[in-house]
């Protein structure tokens, strides 16, 4: 069990969220987005939910940092792959989100305004 996570290790966990789109479509726009950082193999694991296993932590790192992602306009949530987590969209209990803001009072532009304006939708992540 060990070797076979270990050959995982690199791997992130893609959940399409908001609308079934073609396999084959998302299949190839995640090679065309994310494999200009390297080669990747990607996976269906199920609706809506694809693994992708990219050769090195520094190629899997850049997808993880380099976000939000989506596929035709629809939000693809990202995670790293680890040993016990679901890979079924039901159990994704929470998600990131980038929000834009706009209108902001100059008052409110530091880490504690923005933290408060943004705990409207859960907890900040910066």
């Known amino acids: 069990i ?17 609308k079934k789109l073609p396999n084959r479509d998302v299949l190839q726009i995640l090679q065309r ?3 200009q950082v390297g080669r990747l193999y990607i996976h269906v694991a199920g609706n809506g939910v694809f693994l ?8 899997r790192d850049w997808v993880l940092d ?6 035709w306009g629809y939000h693809l ?18 998600m990131p989100l ?17 933290s408060y304006i943004a705990s409207v939708l859960g907890k900040p992540l910066h």
Request: proline letters at 4%; hydrophobic letters at 40%.
């Open 66 to 71: 380099n976000g939000p992602w989506d596929v």
């Open 77 to 94: 949530a990202v995670r790293p792959w680890s040993r016990d987590m679901s890979l079924s969209l039901g159990e994704c209990k929470s």
């Open 33 to 35: 987005k994310w494999g």
């Open 98 to 114: 980038w929000v834009k803001l706009k209108g902001v009072p100059i008052q409110f532009w530091n880490k504690v305004g923005l």
């Open 2 to 18: 060990t070797n076979g996570a270990k050959e995982w290790e690199h791997s992130i966990v893609a959940f399409l969220v908001g």
């Open 52 to 59: 992708a296993r990219f050769e090195n932590r520094q190629a």
